[in-house]
């Protein structure tokens, strides 16, 4: 399990893509961009917003509080908050 | 000597499609085992034999249509003798080609796919089966007819009868490209196909993301939206037909609640956390407890309560439609339950695999469209279903508390009763139950 801290822009990107990608499979990413809400776009309830923190917590190795669940509107609001 | 037939899984049903056996004859089955799984409008479900016995035969094979009560397989009577396990051997496809494996007449029990495998150019002697006893289905055929994505496995032992790993049922077919699960790289299990069991845990077991759903997978998705629209269709304009709803209405405070939980959670690994639905649903689950009159069903012009409390939770599918599965005995669970049963119920729900059960028992059911951002919702009753629970979204409002102004999170619960079985009465004692728990958190 990589140290969170050590993740590179493009390892976090990988992982929020792999995470999201579990929870739905067929998510055209490209079209949420960056700035999209992932919740509103992908359509995620909080059973799946809480899947997609589990995995995304799993792969990463990071530790994620509900209190940091604002942190990962976006995608690049994710890789922000896996990179800090 | 009893049968095991193709079961009702809801008023609106007619017939269905058995999808895979979970058992071959001569097992030995326990009332509850699962024995089938069944393809219906709404959902696949996994029925489960009503006796105990010995399976002695299976009678339809899977990719089969069949009405409602058609003998599916038969159990030995009690104390006798199992029937001896088909001696019949399916030639592989390489012993197939062979001279004397073409004697060997292919096991097709079906016209259908006879005619099907004409049309579609496809000789039968080369097909391996994957029905009852290797009998050759329609899928087989389609799957036949369709270039293999690589080539049968050299290493095909045909001396011993053994299957390349091709060998899949239908259903787990379509399964793995649900679950973004590659069937080449499963392991192949000794005499017997690939079944969903086996794709299931490769999906559960498997760090991959999924990848992008195949495209052979489409037509059937499309076939079961229209399907399942055609029976939302029906049976809600039966409940609107039939059933006089009245419609109350409360908005609750949920600032104990959503502060508990949150407290909560702070010390609980991401797997454990709830989420406020799993207290809602809670909270309805005792008050329909304590309000047995809205907790059943209205049959035969009167009503019958339900033998315990089976919460239905509408689930939204992706790509449409909605299924109401239910969280059995839910005011019994403890909260971590009712949470772990609500992500179970959804997960499958999504995943196209329901128990039999679970589909066609609910006794009352929760919709909690707030997920979607709307205030309220009245909804429409499940017949025969007696009311309908509905949550809004959690939204901040100025809410007075001991004569002060506050800003407090605040959800509108609503019922929707059948009138024929309650009065407004009752519906609103269950709405106060449903606030009341929800002002004792720790308690739910």
Redesign the interface.
């Given at each position: 399990m990589p140290d969170p801290t050590t993740l590179t822009d493009d390892q976090a990107r990988e992982a929020v893509t792999a995470a999201l990608l579990r929870i739905v499979p067929d998510a055209d990413l490209d079209e949420v961009g960056d700035d999209g809400a992932l919740r509103a776009e992908l359509e995620l309830d909080s059973l799946d917003f809480l899947g997609f923190v589990e995995q995304l917590s799993a792969s990463t190795g990071a530790r994620i509080d509900e209190d940091d669940y604002p942190a990962l509107r976006t995608m690049r609001s994710c890789i922000a908050f896996l990179t800090r | 000597m009893s049968d095991f037939t193709m079961p009702s899984l809801g008023a609106d049903m007619d017939e269905g499609t058995l999808l895979e056996w979970l058992v071959k004859p001569g097992d030995t089955v326990q009332k509850g085992d699962l024995m089938a799984v069944v393809d219906t409008s709404k959902a696949a479900v996994e029925v489960e034999s009503f006796t105990d016995g010995v399976v002695e035969s299976l009678v339809v094979e899977p990719g089969t249509r069949v009405p409602v009560g058609a003998v599916l397989a038969t159990f030995a009577a009690a104390g006798a003798e199992p029937a001896p396990p088909e001696p019949r051997k399916r030639p592989s496809r390489h012993a197939a080609k062979m001279p004397v494996a073409i004697a060997e007449e292919p096991l097709v029990s079906s016209p259908l796919v006879r005619r099907e495998a004409e049309r579609a150019g496809v000789d039968l002697a080369t097909v391996t089966g994957t029905g009852r006893g290797g009998a050759i289905t329609r899928a087989d055929v389609a799957h036949a007819a369709a270039p293999p994505a690589v080539p049968a496995a050299p290493h095909a032992r045909p001396s011993e009868g053994r299957r390349g790993p091709a060998r899949v049922t239908p259903y787990a077919r379509r399964l793995a490209g649900?679950l973004?699960v590659d069937l080449d790289r499963l392991p192949a299990p000794e005499r017997r196909p690939v079944r969903a069991t086996d794709v299931r845990a490769a999906a559960a077991g498997s760090?991959?993301?999924?990848?992008?759903?195949p495209e052979v997978a489409a037509p059937a998705q499309a076939d079961r939206r229209e399907e399942m629209r055609r029976t939302i269709a029906t049976v809600m304009a039966r409940s609107k037909r039939e059933i006089p709803h009245y419609y109350l209405t409360l908005t609750i405070d949920l600032d104990r609640a959503l502060r508990w939980m949150?407290e909560r959670?702070?010390d609980l690994p991401?797997?454990q956390?709830l989420?406020?639905?799993a207290l809602l649903l809670k909270a309805a689950a005792l008050a329909a407890a304590a309000n047995p009159g809205l907790n059943g069903f209205w049959v035969d012009d009167e009503f019958r309560p339900g033998s315990g409390v089976h919460l239905g939770v509408a689930v939204s599918l992706?790509g449409g439609g909605l299924v109401a599965p239910a969280i059995h005995d839910a005011d019994q669970l403890d909260l971590t339950d009712v949470m772990a049963g609500?992500?179970d119920v959804?997960?499958r729900a999504r995943a196209g695999r329901l128990r039999r059960a679970e589909l066609s028992d609910p006794t009352i059911t929760v919709t909690n469209l707030g997920?979607?951002g709307v205030e309220s919702v009245h909804g429409v009753i499940y017949p025969p279903q007696v009311a309908l629970v509905g949550f809004g979204r959690v939204t901040e409002r100025p809410w007075a508390v001991d004569g002060l102004l506050g800003v407090r999170p605040l959800t509108v619960a609503t019922l929707a009763a059948d009138h024929r079985a309650t009065d407004g009465f009752t519906g609103g004692r269950f709405l106060a139950a449903v606030d009341e728990r929800l002002q004792s958190p720790e308690e739910l």
């Amino acid at each position: 399990m990589p140290d969170p801290t050590t993740l590179t822009d493009d390892q976090a990107r990988e992982a929020v893509t792999a995470a999201l990608l579990r929870i739905v499979p067929d998510a055209d990413l490209d079209e949420v961009g960056d700035d999209g809400a992932l919740r509103a776009e992908l359509e995620l309830d909080s059973l799946d917003f809480l899947g997609f923190v589990e995995q995304l917590s799993a792969s990463t190795g990071a530790r994620i509080d509900e209190d940091d669940y604002p942190a990962l509107r976006t995608m690049r609001s994710c890789i922000a908050f896996l990179t800090r | 000597m009893s049968d095991f037939t193709m079961p009702s899984l809801g008023a609106d049903m007619d017939e269905g499609t058995l999808l895979e056996w979970l058992v071959k004859p001569g097992d030995t089955v326990q009332k509850g085992d699962l024995m089938a799984v069944v393809d219906t409008s709404k959902a696949a479900v996994e029925v489960e034999s009503f006796t105990d016995g010995v399976v002695e035969s299976l009678v339809v094979e899977p990719g089969t249509r069949v009405p409602v009560g058609a003998v599916l397989a038969t159990f030995a009577a009690a104390g006798a003798e199992p029937a001896p396990p088909e001696p019949r051997k399916r030639p592989s496809r390489h012993a197939a080609k062979m001279p004397v494996a073409i004697a060997e007449e292919p096991l097709v029990s079906s016209p259908l796919v006879r005619r099907e495998a004409e049309r579609a150019g496809v000789d039968l002697a080369t097909v391996t089966g994957t029905g009852r006893g290797g009998a050759i289905t329609r899928a087989d055929v389609a799957h036949a007819a369709a270039p293999p994505a690589v080539p049968a496995a050299p290493h095909a032992r045909p001396s011993e009868g053994r299957r390349g790993p091709a060998r899949v049922t239908p259903y787990a077919r379509r399964l793995a490209g649900e679950l973004g699960v590659d069937l080449d790289r499963l392991p192949a299990p000794e005499r017997r196909p690939v079944r969903a069991t086996d794709v299931r845990a490769a999906a559960a077991g498997s760090e991959r993301p999924a990848p992008e759903r195949p495209e052979v997978a489409a037509p059937a998705q499309a076939d079961r939206r229209e399907e399942m629209r055609r029976t939302i269709a029906t049976v809600m304009a039966r409940s609107k037909r039939e059933i006089p709803h009245y419609y109350l209405t409360l908005t609750i405070d949920l600032d104990r609640a959503l502060r508990w939980m949150r407290e909560r959670n702070r010390d609980l690994p991401v797997a454990q956390r709830l989420v406020p639905a799993a207290l809602l649903l809670k909270a309805a689950a005792l008050a329909a407890a304590a309000n047995p009159g809205l907790n059943g069903f209205w049959v035969d012009d009167e009503f019958r309560p339900g033998s315990g409390v089976h919460l239905g939770v509408a689930v939204s599918l992706r790509g449409g439609g909605l299924v109401a599965p239910a969280i059995h005995d839910a005011d019994q669970l403890d909260l971590t339950d009712v949470m772990a049963g609500m992500r179970d119920v959804v997960t499958r729900a999504r995943a196209g695999r329901l128990r039999r059960a679970e589909l066609s028992d609910p006794t009352i059911t929760v919709t909690n469209l707030g997920e979607q951002g709307v205030e309220s919702v009245h909804g429409v009753i499940y017949p025969p279903q007696v009311a309908l629970v509905g949550f809004g979204r959690v939204t901040e409002r100025p809410w007075a508390v001991d004569g002060l102004l506050g800003v407090r999170p605040l959800t509108v619960a609503t019922l929707a009763a059948d009138h024929r079985a309650t009065d407004g009465f009752t519906g609103g004692r269950f709405l106060a139950a449903v606030d009341e728990r929800l002002q004792s958190p720790e308690e739910l």
